[in-house]
């Protein structure tokens, strides 16, 4: 295992760890693999690295030291370690790794900083104290197609407060007209930012690939955020007149410059 | 004489008896309203009998259409599906509390009303559905106060106040027929004006203050005014009548919804 | 090449071929045909049109069809549109128009009107029976300009090419200057000066309505340029 070079990552949400890592996965001279830990077998950094990233191989995170064993030589292995994740834990301190960690520079000291070998400055958000700890709602919207103005309305009720308070939002989105957008908002950073993700379009009935949502923050009301994300969703109907209009007009773009008042 | 033009209240009591105290200090002659007294809102038959009390001349908004003729304002009205499943909460509410007389009030709510060169309209003299905004193209704009007859249009339907003067405009027409020799034809257009009245109940600027605008027939100065007034006891009112909590949140902060405003010339066809 | 395009046909089958034998003759080649509205009416065989615009002869142009005034009192007739029992047409044509346009239209064939286009956007040009507004919008070279001018700034094209008035005419709107002045509650705005360039509306003619003697336009994309054409027919 001497060739392989394990990077652990850590620090609160929010700080930047993702996007810290991601500027390593699009070189591809190593073989590259992720894992991210307690965060189960989907969330959406990982369908997010999956989509954008499409060579980076995702470990599922039981059984890691047997997986760890049958590693190619020169693997490059990041393990991105979530906020909620006991930085002391036997797992953790078995492993051979770099330690980085992610923080705003305005915090001095941390459990972070304890931990780590190297410090990164990330994003400049505000850390929660340990003793008040946010909580983490997520749900899976697989399937689910979204109104694209229902779901700004969403995400701008959601993140100025209007179902808790809420210090960090990001998921992957489904639109009708076939895209998938991943949107990050981070307490303090400035507006919600919509990435389109560089996927094939889904013009064929509900898609059948990831797409979530994760939430973190305090008093979250998590009912009314289900409902409310569930009342921008599109229905059956609905989601297959927006994909034939789509499908027409990619046709007729590629045609003809025409268009039918309907 | 000084008009005060009041608009969409939405069934919000305490933000009009604010504005209505304004009008007083401001020492206004006439009080003129241009419709949406119910909708979204907790108290929609105070507000209505507050207007009738003062006998203040009103026209037809489209919430106070949908509650006499039904809900049938088809779904292109709404910015998003979010906003359509709301209003549809909100209109069944409301259906569901005001009294038979104020229904019956509603119904005889005129579209427009006139007093000499001014004319007032909830949305558009075209529907009350039309949005007039301050981004609208100027010729279509004039296109609106010039099939009125008049030289000011007081409209609403926005939520957020503005004035439009609209000036030395000229316009050539060039018409060729068989068989006619062409005909060329200019017009000129003198100052035409288009005053938005904001909104009284559900303020759409960014703030949770109310919005309305007072007009002085002999000057033709406007002057936008905006009343902050004790919102929190509207959106406790809102809680406690067992209206969506988001009603109460988006009004404290002078964000709600208001219908699809992206394209401003659809007319629905229903 | 070129487009024909065709208003007002009204049932007068007659009178529709004389104007696709006119097309034929056109030395510059018509590619395109379109019908803006109106194949039925009371001027004739409905049914015999319909089925003569639903059935091309072989070498003979697709037309492109949309909906016009009395498609829609077809649909009111027969209960599918919002407002049901045509009182427009009730209020021009009195209860005979009623009955014969009832009679002359099958249920399938109003089903195939209903399955039209309201208009078409082709190049810069909008081409629809009355206006964006409202298939009644009747527009003439006697509509206020400022009229004019809103229906070409709705349709969101150069050239609006109606046919509700059954008017031949080409009519140049030069919206030259406007200044625009808007204040919010956030203070008085920079004026904005809203002149355009100038569009036109041109009314295609009708078909069938006077007997005896039919009108259509002709455009040419390439040139920019409108053609009335009569035709006389017995």
């Given at each position: 295992?001497?060739?392989?070079?394990?990077?652990?990552?850590?620090?609160?949400?929010?700080?930047?760890?993702?996007?810290?890592?991601?500027?390593?996965?699009s070189n591809r001279d190593r073989p590259l693999f992720y894992c991210c830990p307690g965060m189960g077998a989907a969330?959406?950094?990982?369908?997010?690295?999956?989509?954008?990233?499409?060579?980076?191989?995702?470990?599922?995170?039981?059984?890691?030291?047997?997986?760890?064993?049958?590693?190619?030589?020169?693997?490059?292995?990041?393990?991105?370690?979530?906020?909620?994740?006991?930085?002391?834990?036997?797992?953790?301190?078995?492993?051979?790794?770099?330690?980085?960690?992610?923080?705003?520079?305005?915090?001095?000291?941390?459990?972070?900083?304890?931990?780590?070998?190297?410090?990164?400055?990330?994003?400049?958000?505000?850390?929660?104290?340990?003793?008040?700890?946010?909580?983490?709602?997520?749900?899976?919207?697989?399937?689910?197609?979204?109104?694209?103005?229902?779901?700004?309305?969403?995400?701008i009720e959601l993140t100025e407060g209007a179902y808790g308070q809420v210090q960090r939002v990001?998921?992957?989105?489904?639109?009708?007209?076939?895209?998938?957008?991943?949107?990050?908002?981070?307490?303090?950073?400035?507006?919600i930012e919509y990435t389109e993700l560089g996927i094939p379009r889904w013009l064929e009935g509900r898609p059948d690939r990831f797409s979530g949502i994760e939430v973190v923050g305090w008093n979250l009301e998590k009912k009314t955020i289900a409902q409310t994300l569930l009342a921008g969703c599109l229905s059956d109907g609905a989601i297959a007149q927006y994909q034939e209009q789509y499908k027409s007009l990619m046709k007729s773009e590629t045609n003809q410059e025409e268009s039918i008042l309907t | 004489m000084k008009l005060a033009v009041i608009s969409c209240i939405h069934g919000n009591y305490e933000a009009l008896n604010a504005v209505l105290s304004d009008i007083d200090d401001r020492k206004a002659d006439q009080i003129y309203c241009l419709g949406d007294l119910v909708g979204y809102g907790p108290h929609p038959n105070a507000v209505v009998e507050m207007i009738r009390s003062l006998d203040i001349p009103t026209c037809q908004g489209c919430w106070d259409e949908d509650i006499v003729e039904g809900l049938n304002a088809c779904e292109c009205s709404y910015p998003s599906q979010l906003?359509?499943?709301?209003?549809?909460?909100?209109?069944?509410?409301?259906?569901?509390?005001?009294?038979?007389?104020?229904?019956?009030?509603?119904?005889?709510?005129?579209?427009?009303?006139?007093?000499?060169?001014l004319c007032f309209v909830h949305g558009s003299p075209n529907s009350q559905h039309e949005y007039l905004l301050p981004s609208m193209d100027g010729f279509a704009a004039l296109e609106r106060i010039l099939s009125t007859d008049a030289d000011v249009l007081f409209c609403g339907h926005t939520h957020v106040p503005y004035v439009r003067n609209l000036e030395d405009g000229t316009l050539t027409v060039r018409v060729q027929q068989p068989g006619k020799d062409e005909l060329e034809t200019q017009f000129e257009t003198p100052l035409k004006q288009i005053v938005n009245a904001g909104s009284v109940g559900e303020?759409?600027?960014?703030?949770?203050?109310?919005?309305?605008?007072?007009?002085?027939?002999?000057?033709?100065?406007?002057?936008?005014?905006?009343?902050?007034?004790?919102?929190?006891?509207?959106?406790?009112?809102?809680?406690?009548?067992?209206l969506p909590p988001i009603f109460a949140w988006r009004l404290a902060r002078g964000m709600e919804f208001a219908e699809r405003a992206d394209d401003p010339s659809h007319v629905c066809q229903r | 090449m070129q487009w024909a395009i065709l208003s007002g046909i009204e049932g007068?089958?007659?009178?529709?071929?004389?104007?696709?034998?006119?097309?034929?003759?056109?030395?510059?080649?018509?590619?395109?045909?379109?019908?803006?509205?109106?194949?039925v009416g009371l001027k004739g065989d409905n049914e015999a049109t319909i089925e003569r615009v639903r059935s091309p002869r072989s070498?003979?142009?697709?037309?492109?069809?949309?909906?016009?005034?009395?498609?829609?009192?077809?649909?009111?007739?027969?209960?599918?549109?919002?407002?049901?029992?045509?009182?427009?047409?009730?209020?021009?044509?009195?209860?005979?128009?009623?009955?014969?346009?009832?009679?002359?239209?099958?249920?399938?064939?109003?089903?195939?009107?209903?399955?039209?286009?309201?208009?078409?956007?082709?190049?810069?040009?909008?081409?629809?029976?009355?206006?964006?507004?409202?298939?009644?919008?009747?527009?003439?070279?006697?509509?206020?300009?400022?009229?004019l001018c809103d229906r070409l700034i709705r349709?969101?094209?150069?050239?609006?090419?109606?046919?509700?008035?059954?008017?031949?005419?080409?009519?140049?709107?030069?919206?030259?200057?406007?200044?625009?002045?808007?204040?919010?509650?956030?203070?008085?705005?920079?004026?904005?000066?809203?002149?355009?360039?100038?569009?036109?509306?041109?009314?295609?003619?009708?078909?069938?309505?006077?007997?005896?003697?039919?009108?259509?336009?002709?455009?040419?994309?390439?040139?920019?340029?409108?053609?009335?054409?009569?035709?006389?027919?017995?």
């Open positions: 295992m001497d060739s392989i070079t394990l990077t652990a990552i850590a620090g609160p949400s929010g700080s930047g760890k993702t996007t810290w890592m991601s500027q390593f996965l969330s959406v950094d990982l369908a997010r690295i999956a989509y954008c990233f499409p060579w980076v191989h995702l470990l599922p995170e039981e059984q890691t030291p047997q997986i760890f064993a049958k590693l190619p030589d020169r693997a490059l292995v990041y393990l991105e370690l979530g906020f909620h994740l006991d930085l002391t834990a036997p797992l953790l301190a078995s492993l051979p790794c770099h330690r980085v960690a992610v923080v705003p520079s305005g915090l001095q000291t941390s459990p972070w900083h304890d931990w780590a070998d190297e410090v990164i400055f990330g994003n400049d958000i505000a850390t929660p104290t340990p003793d008040n700890l946010p909580e983490l709602w997520r749900s899976p919207l697989t399937g689910q197609v979204f109104d694209a103005p229902s779901l700004d309305e969403i995400a990001k998921g992957i989105f489904e639109l009708p007209d076939g895209r998938a957008f991943h949107v990050d908002f981070v307490k303090g950073l400035p507006g | 906003a359509e499943q709301r209003g549809r909460v909100a209109h069944e509410w409301t259906n569901n509390t005001i009294h038979p007389e104020v229904r019956e009030y509603l119904a005889t709510l005129p579209m427009t009303l006139r007093l000499d060169n303020p759409r600027h960014g703030r949770p203050n109310a919005t309305y605008v007072l007009y002085d027939t002999d000057t033709a100065q406007v002057e936008l005014r905006e009343v902050p007034y004790d919102y929190e006891l509207t959106c406790a009112a809102i809680i406690a009548k067992g | 007068n089958l007659a009178a529709y071929e004389a104007v696709l034998q006119d097309i034929r003759r056109q030395r510059n080649p018509v590619a395109d045909l379109y019908i803006i509205g109106d194949v070498g003979e142009l697709e037309p492109q069809v949309c909906i016009g005034w009395w498609e829609e009192q077809c649909f009111s007739l027969h209960g599918l549109s919002g407002l049901p029992d045509a009182p427009e047409l009730m209020a021009q044509f009195g209860g005979d128009g009623v009955k014969h346009l009832w009679k002359s239209v099958s249920r399938e064939s109003v089903g195939w009107l209903r399955s039209l286009h309201f208009g078409f956007h082709e190049l810069d040009c909008l081409l629809i029976h009355g206006s964006t507004v409202s298939y009644a919008d009747e527009l003439t070279p006697d509509t206020p300009a400022i009229q349709a969101d094209a150069n050239t609006l090419f109606c046919g509700r008035s059954g008017l031949t005419f080409e009519c140049w709107v030069t919206p030259g200057k406007l200044r625009s002045t808007v204040t919010t509650l956030d203070g008085k705005q920079e004026p904005q000066e809203q002149g355009k360039t100038p569009r036109r509306v041109v009314g295609v003619g009708s078909v069938g309505r006077i007997p005896g003697q039919a009108t259509y336009t002709l455009y040419n994309p390439g040139s920019d340029r409108v053609t009335f054409n009569t035709v006389s027919y017995s």
